[in-house]
């Protein structure tokens, strides 16, 4: 009997013990996921320290050479501020001493008033150039620059002045009779030269070149006591198919060959202008080509200013040449009255200037105008082209 019940008091400890160890695992493994817990969050605290950390070692570091970037582009900006502020001041400084020298430069200026009795007319000359005791000469090697001097002499008797018009600037000696150059345009036959002839004025006749249409033109310039040559250029608008005409796309070999055959035919020919030519002559590469073959040959290019954006004096002024050009046109129509109004208006050029240039051509009305001319002609002398080439 008490064997049975030790027996079974054994099994219910036993049984109690069982239940207590398996309560305590069960504590155990409850408690686990806790720990996990707490374990997860150092590990994220430690990691997300030590990221800090390095983020801001490194980025620290890259802020630093942008702020000393910035340090060294405002000092660039305050140096260039610096220099510009130096040159403000150097330039003012210069500024200053200009006018100084100026001032001083004026206060040894001198206003001078000159009278001289030429032909029993005084002459009062005022300037606000101090002029030496003798009077400068002009020099005729710079017969093609502005007048910058004055020279008045009792010798020459001439009055030596400064005028400006179409399209350029001249400056010459003035002749005691102003002079008046008419180009007679468009000569071809016996019969022009025989009426340019009857009017008693030196007309400068303008050949056409030798052609099929006009053979006999070489023949007529060995009577002639001058003459220039009328050489057809392509135009805008009217061609002519009956004579060889210079065209803005020939080459410079086929300019040539034109103009050495015209050098032929005209051994003692110096002058040229154009006939038609508006096309021609607007194309500066045109232009150059032309003119450096005339070079070659030894003519002078007279424009006659068929257009008014001729490139003529432009290239011209580029190689250093005079630039002879038309001032008047008498005949654009057979009007007896518009054409003495034409040449009435060459004539106040010519007085204006000390010369002038108009063209006209062989026909009826042009040359009864200039047949009864003598009123209108009075106070100059027509010349010409030759006479007055060196006043340009």
Same mark, same amino acid.
């Given at each position: 009997?008490?064997?049975?019940?030790?027996?079974?008091?054994?099994?219910?400890?036993?049984?109690?013990?069982?239940?207590?160890?398996?309560?305590?695992?069960?504590?155990?493994?409850?408690?686990?996921?806790?720990?996990?817990?707490?374990?997860?969050?150092?590990?994220?605290?430690?990691?997300?320290?030590?990221?800090?950390?390095?983020?801001?070692?490194?980025?620290?570091?890259?802020?630093?050479?942008?702020?000393?970037?910035?340090?060294?582009?405002?000092?660039?900006? !305050? @140096?260039? +501020? &610096?220099? *510009?502020?130096?040159?403000?001041?150097?330039?003012?400084? $210069?500024? #200053?001493?200009? %006018?100084? =020298?100026? !001032? @001083?430069? +004026? &206060?040894? *200026?001198?206003?001078?008033?000159?009278?001289?009795?030429? $032909?029993? #007319?005084?002459? %009062?000359? =005022?300037?606000?150039?101090?002029?030496?005791?003798?009077?400068?000469?002009?020099?005729?090697?710079?017969?093609?620059?502005?007048?910058?001097?004055? =020279?008045?002499?009792?010798?020459?008797?001439?009055?030596?002045?400064?005028?400006?018009?179409?399209?350029?600037?001249?400056?010459?000696?003035?002749?005691?009779?102003?002079?008046?150059?008419?180009?007679?345009?468009?000569?071809?036959?016996?019969?022009?030269?025989?009426?340019?002839?009857?009017?008693?004025?030196?007309?400068?006749?303008?050949?056409?070149?030798?052609?099929?249409?006009?053979?006999?033109?070489?023949?007529?310039?060995?009577?002639?006591?001058?003459?220039?040559?009328?050489?057809?250029?392509?135009?805008?608008?009217?061609?002519?198919?009956?004579?060889?005409?210079?065209?803005?796309?020939?080459?410079?070999?086929?300019?040539?060959?034109?103009?050495?055959?015209?050098?032929?035919?005209?051994?003692?020919?110096?002058?040229?202008?154009?006939?038609?030519?508006?096309?021609?002559?607007?194309?500066?590469?045109?232009?150059?080509?032309?003119?450096?073959?005339?070079?070659?040959?030894?003519?002078?290019?007279?424009?006659?200013?068929?257009?008014?954006?001729?490139?003529?004096?432009?290239?011209?002024?580029?190689?250093?040449?005079?630039?002879?050009?038309?001032?008047?046109?008498?005949?654009?129509?057979?009007?007896?009255?518009?054409?003495?109004?034409?040449?009435?208006?060459?004539?106040?050029?010519?007085?204006?200037?000390?010369?002038?240039?108009?063209?006209?051509?062989?026909?009826?009305?042009?040359?009864?105008?200039?047949?009864?001319?003598?009123?209108?002609?009075?106070?100059?002398?027509?010349?010409?082209?030759?006479?007055?080439?060196?006043?340009?």
């Amino acid at each position: 009997m008490k064997k049975n019940i030790n027996k079974k008091i054994g099994q219910s400890i036993k049984k109690r013990f069982g239940s207590s160890k398996k309560s305590s695992k069960t504590q155990k493994t409850s408690n686990r996921p806790f720990l996990g817990l707490f374990i997860l969050l150092i590990m994220c605290f430690c990691a997300g320290f030590f990221t800090y950390k390095g983020l801001d070692f490194i980025f620290k570091d890259s802020v630093d050479k942008k702020s000393e970037l910035t340090n060294l582009a405002n000092l660039e900006i !305050k @140096e260039s +501020n &610096n220099a *510009k502020n130096l040159n403000l001041q150097k330039n003012r400084s $210069n500024l #200053e001493n200009k %006018s100084k =020298n100026l !001032k @001083e430069k +004026n &206060n040894y *200026k001198e206003v001078i008033s000159a009278s001289i009795n030429t $032909n029993k #007319e005084d002459i %009062s000359i =005022n300037s606000n150039i101090k002029l030496d005791n003798n009077l400068t000469e002009i020099s005729k090697n710079s017969l093609d620059e502005n007048f910058k001097n004055i =020279n008045s002499s009792e010798k020459n008797k001439q009055n030596t002045q400064y005028f400006t018009h179409n399209y350029t600037q001249i400056g010459k000696f003035r002749d005691k009779i102003p002079k008046l150059v008419i180009i007679i345009d468009d000569v071809a036959s016996y019969n022009h030269i025989s009426e340019i002839k009857k009017i008693n004025l030196k007309l400068t006749p303008s050949l056409m070149p030798a052609s099929s249409d006009f053979p006999n033109t070489p023949k007529i310039a060995k009577n002639l006591d001058f003459y220039m040559i009328h050489l057809p250029l392509e135009a805008l608008k009217y061609n002519s198919n009956s004579i060889k005409t210079l065209k803005v796309n020939d080459s410079f070999e086929e300019i040539s060959k034109e103009i050495y055959k015209i050098r032929q035919d005209f051994p003692n020919a110096k002058f040229i202008n154009n006939h038609t030519g508006s096309k021609f002559t607007s194309n500066k590469k045109a232009v150059i080509k032309l003119l450096d073959v005339l070079d070659k040959y030894g003519f002078i290019f007279v424009d006659s200013k068929t257009i008014s954006n001729s490139k003529v004096e432009e290239v011209l002024k580029s190689k250093n040449q005079k630039y002879i050009f038309r001032d008047v046109f008498l005949d654009n129509t057979q009007n007896l009255k518009d054409i003495e109004n034409e040449l009435n208006k060459a004539v106040q050029i010519a007085k204006k200037r000390g010369f002038a240039i108009a063209i006209g051509h062989p026909k009826k009305q042009t040359l009864k105008v200039l047949k009864n001319s003598g009123d209108i002609l009075k106070g100059v002398e027509v010349v010409y082209l030759k006479d007055i080439y060196e006043r340009y």
